[in-house]
């Protein structure tokens, strides 16, 4: 009898495991995340998977019962805690910069935590957002989900809510970092500490810029854009914008189309059509596919902006004192 007693104490410990990690209410209703509270997930095609959620203002977060196990509970949903301090007021900030271009009344966002790697895709990436069924996966931890879910919500913006919808690789890519890094003020990525961060991605990028700010964000990619023109990445793999592998060899420095830029190249590629031409051209021709009309747009074919782009990032390093060393 006992030994039964035990195992069903088990099974409703395993059935019910919030009580601990997440909090109680305060007379011992629903578990609270901060602010938020955690209910059961009804919807039979996830709950297996993901048996906990939480409803914000702006996104429903699908909790992964794996990820609870593979950090402990207790880990778990203090980073969960800690995200939502900031994520609520940034995907704020990603839409009043986007006012006019998006739809009014933007519906919450679904997200997913996969710090199991069990998603099978865009593995590469610290967040992933799938348009094909709209929603957003974070992988690795919270400090990646950190990191990369104001980008992937802009995906969600330009890609689902918009009339006029992002439709290339460059002008999905583009977008999503001018608008998360530069225009709002990303206070998910800003409270990480890049140097004590457990992720090796993210600790890489403290030796690049220290802290985050615009400025050194902007000049670190112009900075690699010239890494490229000179040669620092001849025969080495890189993901490029066009969400694939590929590669640059010393008799061909410049790419022969937008989608073969590296992330940092087309923000450098971005910033040179929006400082040159106006940011409101840049933006207000976003889901243009054609690259050959989109060089059109600004009097070039596609060979002469790749060149008069990579002029004006060399004058812009020259003047700035930026020069990359093998990374």
Aim: with cysteine.
């Amino acid at each position: 009898m006992k030994r039964s007693l035990s195992i069903l104490l088990a099974i409703l410990l395993l059935l019910c495991p919030l009580a601990n990690a997440a909090g109680e209410g305060e007379k011992g209703g629903a578990p609270m995340v901060g602010n938020y509270t955690v209910v059961p997930n009804d919807d039979a095609p996830t709950k297996t998977d993901y048996p906990f959620l939480v409803q914000t203002e702006n996104a429903v977060w699908l909790l992964a019962r794996d990820d609870m196990a593979l950090m402990g509970e207790e880990a778990f949903y203090a980073g969960l805690e800690d995200i939502l301090q900031y994520a609520e007021a940034d995907m704020a900030d990603a839409r009043a910069v986007l006012t006019g271009r998006i739809w009014a009344e933007v519906p919450p966002v679904e997200i997913r935590t996969d710090f199991c790697g069990k998603a099978g895709i865009s593995q590469d990436a610290g967040a992933y957002y799938n348009g094909r069924v709209n929603m957003i996966k974070l992988f690795y931890s919270w400090d990646m989900a950190k990191f990369a879910l104001l980008h992937e919500y802009v995906h969600y913006l330009t890609i689902h809510c918009a009339e006029k919808k992002t439709m290339s690789g460059f002008y999905n890519e583009t977008v999503a970092e001018y608008v998360s890094k530069l225009l709002c003020e990303n206070r998910m990525f800003r409270s990480i500490d890049l140097s004590k961060t457990e992720q090796p991605e993210l600790r890489s990028l403290a030796q690049i810029w220290g802290d985050f700010d615009e400025v050194k964000y902007r000049n670190s990619c112009l900075s690699e854009s010239d890494a490229y023109a000179r040669g620092l990445y001849d025969k080495r793999p890189y993901t490029c914008v066009g969400q694939f592998t590929a590669y640059r060899w010393p008799n061909k420095r410049l790419p022969d189309h937008l989608y073969e830029l590296s992330y940092a190249e087309a923000v450098s590629m971005a910033l040179y059509l929006m400082e040159t031409y106006g940011a409101e051209k840049y933006l207000d021709n976003w889901d243009m596919v054609d690259e050959e009309k989109l060089a059109g747009l600004y009097g070039f074919t596609l060979e002469e902006l790749l060149n008069a782009w990579s002029a004006w990032n060399a004058e812009q390093c020259a003047k700035l004192g930026l020069r990359a060393e093998l990374p």
